[in-house]
């Protein structure tokens, strides 16, 4: 095929997305508008929605684990609220504990856990289900891990996170839509840090851990990468910053085999690197293939000695952000 063809198509293809996208846009505007006819308030919670405009890959998730993370350093209780996207308990919804699988309560819920132990996690389609079992709990702080579909919930402070770059068919909701969010930050998608008067932000890789969890310092050691995400372009660039000799990407939350591994494996090999690099959320989901089951011995696949580490990634913050959404829990009287 003539790569001017290949431009037409990809136009041609652009274009239907996006009418296509434009009527997805409009139903889920109607849908948020009805549920939000019927609204609740909650007076004694603190509840904080992380948001975002796109499908994926904006970084929610870190965003709130930085936001737990100011709160749990102030020694405040609080619960993170997700949906627990494809798991088993999607639907019914279910207390997040360590034991729990990513096929259980989802990757992103259960990287939550294992990063805050010692606090509460809830998944559930049903985030009013969610509310009453962290009230139950006593807990008065409430971070909800994308809570914009939840209009028939009243939140304190909601934070919208806003890739530019995305394209228009990307989007599950219209961007005047942001507007209704008490914070708006755009992806500085240039590596930059944020400045002290912008409303950008950016991400950061701290570090590499191994399985137990111990930084291991990969000087310039040649390395391939991979991940999981709404956005595994951003990883890639990431990446690209250290000695990496190739990237393969997978579909948002997918569920790795013992196959997948030794594939990667096998492309290490290729490229003679010394190292595998993965996100933190998929390590956790890599988990589950690496630890043997009970009673299952030694194993005998290879995978147990594969050189396997997760990159731990920071979101990189305009100044004085988190203390903003600090001050707005203090005012309400729960720190």
């Known amino acids: 095929m003539q790569p001017g063809t290949d431009r037409a198509l990809s136009r041609l293809s652009r274009s239907l997305l996006d009418l296509l996208s434009l009527l997805f846009k409009a139903a889920s505007c109607l849908n948020r508008g009805i549920k939000a006819l019927r609204s609740r308030s909650f007076p004694q919670q603190f509840i904080i929605s992380v948001d975002s405009l796109s499908f994926g890959g904006t970084g929610k998730t870190p965003l709130v684990m930085a936001i737990g993370e100011a709160l749990e350093a102030r020694g405040a209780r609080f619960a993170l609220i997700s949906r627990g996207y494809r798991s088993r308990h999607e639907k019914d919804g279910i207390r997040v504990q360590s034991g729990h699988?990513?096929?259980?309560?989802?990757?992103?819920?259960?990287?939550?856990?294992?990063?805050?132990p010692n606090q509460e996690v809830f998944i559930g389609r049903d985030r009013l289900r969610s509310i009453a079992a962290a009230t139950e709990a006593g807990i008065r702080i409430l971070v909800l891990d994308d809570g914009f579909q939840s209009s028939h919930i009243r939140k304190d402070l909601s934070?919208?996170?806003?890739?530019?770059?995305?394209?228009?068919?990307y989007l599950r909701h219209f961007r005047f839509l942001a507007r209704r969010a008490d914070h708006v930050l755009h992806y500085?998608?240039?590596?930059?840090?944020?400045?002290?008067?912008?409303?950008?932000?950016?991400?950061?890789?701290?570090?590499?851990l191994d399985a137990g969890g111990e930084r291991v310092e990969i000087g310039n050691a040649p390395l391939i990468a991979f991940s999981a995400l709404g956005d595994n372009g951003r990883f890639a660039r990431d990446m690209e910053r250290f000695n990496l000799a190739a990237f393969r990407s997978f579909a948002d939350h997918h569920a790795f085999t013992s196959g997948d591994l030794r594939s990667l494996e096998a492309l290490r090999r290729e490229k003679n690197a010394a190292w595998m690099i993965c996100t933190e959320?998929?390590?956790?989901?890599?988990?589950?293939?690496?630890?043997?089951?009970?009673?299952?011995?030694?194993?005998?696949?290879?995978?147990?000695?594969l050189p396997l580490l997760y990159a731990r990634n920071a979101i990189q913050l305009p100044d004085g952000f988190i203390a903003a959404v600090i001050?707005?829990?203090?005012?309400?009287?729960?720190?």
């Open 159 to 169: 934070i919208m996170l806003v890739n530019p770059a995305h394209p228009y068919f």
């Open 281 to 305: 959320k998929d390590f956790h989901k890599l988990r589950t293939i690496l630890a043997p089951g009970p009673g299952a011995g030694a194993r005998r696949d290879g995978l147990q000695d």
């Open 327 to 335: 001050d707005h829990a203090k005012r309400k009287g729960l720190l």
């Open 188 to 208: 500085r998608g240039d590596g930059s840090a944020p400045g002290p008067e912008d409303n950008g932000y950016g991400f950061a890789i701290t570090g590499f």
């Open 101 to 116: 699988s990513f096929l259980d309560v989802g990757d992103e819920a259960l990287m939550l856990k294992a990063r805050f």
